[in-house]
């Protein structure tokens, strides 16, 4: 049977927290919210229609038009953007170079909090971002703080954008990435932070396969405690 467990995973950027995200709910047959993809899908709204992401009036004004919702297509949570799939528009530079301004916003956070939290009112789900343990999820069964070495986060980021943007340097990806990162752990509002009781889990060195094996027998001792 499907756990009604909640699992938080949070880290910095590009330390593969969707992956593993992704592997644990096909395994348990939870629900995988991917919340980063919100403030992109936010930033993307944004820069369509012209908004500079600096101006808060602006930014606050234009939420209100934005409606979020995810589509469940078996084991998948896709995201809608005013009805319609952004895809992989969410991954261009342009946004990867906004968004985290867009998500030092606390108008912007508490609209997405009130959505992650009704998602997994009557749900097992793992969700990955930068403030589930704390805020989103803080009594969340399992928490995971995701971390991995900068240079293999950059090969990694590297790699997935090699297939839409391939002449983006790597040198380009490792400042987002620092950027990004520097950004988010010293905003005023929901810093990335490691909560107290999250395991911390170093996958620099694991393969894919093994990070699943190490954080999936948690998730089953987890699990077993709730029955
Ligand atoms: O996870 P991903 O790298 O796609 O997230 C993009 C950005 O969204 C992060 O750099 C961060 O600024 C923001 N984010 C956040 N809180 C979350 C998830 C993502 O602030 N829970």
């Known amino acids: 049977m499907t756990p009604r467990i909640t699992v ?8 593969g927290k969707s992956t593993l995200a992704k592997d644990l709910a096909q395994r348990f047959g939870l629900i995988h ?4 993809s919100m403030y992109r899908a936010v930033t993307y709204h944004l820069l369509k229609h012209q908004i500079d992401p600096s101006k808060t009036a602006e930014v606050k004004k234009i939420l209100h038009d934005i409606d979020l919702r995810f589509l469940q297509e078996g084991s998948l949570f896709v995201l ?4 319609s799939p952004p895809g992989d528009a969410l991954r261009s530079k342009a946004v990867d170079d906004q968004v985290s301004q867009v998500a030092s916003y606390g108008f912007v956070r508490e609209k997405m909090v009130e959505i992650q939290q009704n998602i997994a009112r009557d749900r097992g789900v793992v969700m990955d ?5 704390i805020v989103v999820f803080p009594n969340a069964e399992l928490k995971i703080f995701l971390q991995a070495d900068l240079e293999i986060r950059v090969d990694r980021r590297y790699l997935e954008l090699g297939t839409t943007e391939n002449q983006l340097a790597r040198k380009i ?10 950004i988010d752990s010293t905003r005023e509002i929901s810093p990335l932070t490691k909560a107290k009781d999250a395991v911390v889990i170093d996958n620099s060195n694991l393969s894919r396969a093994e990070q699943l094996e190490v954080v999936g027998a948690l998730v089953q001792y987890r699990s077993q405690q709730l029955t």
């Open 80 to 83: 809608l953007l005013n009805g």
């Open 33 to 36: 919210v991917d919340s980063g």
């Open 8 to 15: 938080a995973i949070d880290g910095y950027s590009a330390c």
């Open 173 to 182: 990806v490792a400042q987002n990435l620092t950027e990004r990162d520097r």
């Open 129 to 133: 971002g930068r403030d589930i343990g």
